[in-house]
């Protein structure tokens, strides 16, 4: 906020400086935490429908296809107890690889 004298030319300036590079990052990482899975660390329903409802009307825009790959895997719950964590977290993104390539 400048402050001025009656002839109009600056006499003082003061400003305010902070800095939010922690509450940016906090901010990305908590982002993150809503639109992930917390075991896998691939997208959440939530991101999913999200890019689904995007390149649905990138579609419609533009024109041309889209195509959704699910995979339901029967008794997850018992392949997830049953194995290491880390085991499952591998699996997953082995699969995000080979798909996105």
């Excluded at 002839?7 to 935490?33: K, Y």
């Excluded at 999200?50 to 990138?58: C, D, G, V």
Aim: net charge positive; charged share 20%; aromatic share 6%.
């Amino acid at each position: 906020m400048p402050c001025t004298r009656r002839a109009g030319s600056t006499l003082c300036f003061v400003a305010s400086v902070r800095d939010v590079t922690r509450e940016r990052a906090l901010s990305a990482q908590l982002s993150h935490q809503a639109l992930h899975d917390s075991l896998t660390g691939l997208a959440n329903r939530v991101l999913f429908e999200n890019r689904l409802s995007l390149a649905h009307a990138r579609t419609a825009r533009r024109g041309g296809w889209n195509a959704v790959m699910l995979m339901d895997l029967d008794d997850f719950k018992a392949v997830n107890d049953t194995l290491a964590t880390s085991s499952v977290t591998s699996c997953s993104w082995r699969w995000r690889a080979a798909l996105r390539s």
